[in-house]
Nanobody, 122 residues
Framework: QVQLVESGGGVVQAGDSLRLSCVVSGRTFASYTMGWFRQAPGKEREFVGV????????SYADSVKGRFTISRDNAKNTVYLQMNSLKPEDTAVYYC???????????????WGQGTQVTVSS
């Protein structure tokens, strides 16, 4: 089993920045993809970005490209989502998830964190 715990959410104003953290523990994979997703009220969970380890390849949704960055700290078993220039439409519960293969499809991820709320006021 893999355990994922997110933190770092909060209430910010438009234009502010936040950094979300996802601590990974339990079963490990030689290579894996760490995904960040979000779900706004009344909407389906959507892809935000992914980072593949150890290749360090990344991919982002068009809506966050240039504003959000995913990184990893090996020593802390932690993956980060740095969010800059936040907009009200970024308001959602943010989730991290892990998969043993490269994918951006929500349904293909089987290990999820509990989520952390991000609220951006205008």
């Amino acid at each position: 089993q893999v355990q994922l715990v997110e933190s770092g959410g909060g209430v910010v104003q438009a234009g502010d920045s936040l950094r979300l953290s996802c601590v990974v523990s339990g079963r490990t994979f030689a290579s894996y993809t760490m995904g960040w997703f979000r779900q706004a009220p009344g909407k389906e969970r959507e892809f935000v970005g992914v980072l593949m380890w150890p290749a360090l390849s990344t991919s982002y949704a068009d809506s966050v490209k240039g504003r959000f960055t995913i990184s990893r700290d090996n020593a802390k078993n932690t993956v980060y989502l740095q969010m800059n220039s936040l907009k009200p439409e970024d308001t959602a519960v943010y989730y991290c998830a892990v998969n043993s293969k490269w994918t951006t499809v929500v349904s293909e991820y089987h290990y999820w964190g509990q989520g952390t709320q991000v609220t951006v006021s205008s």
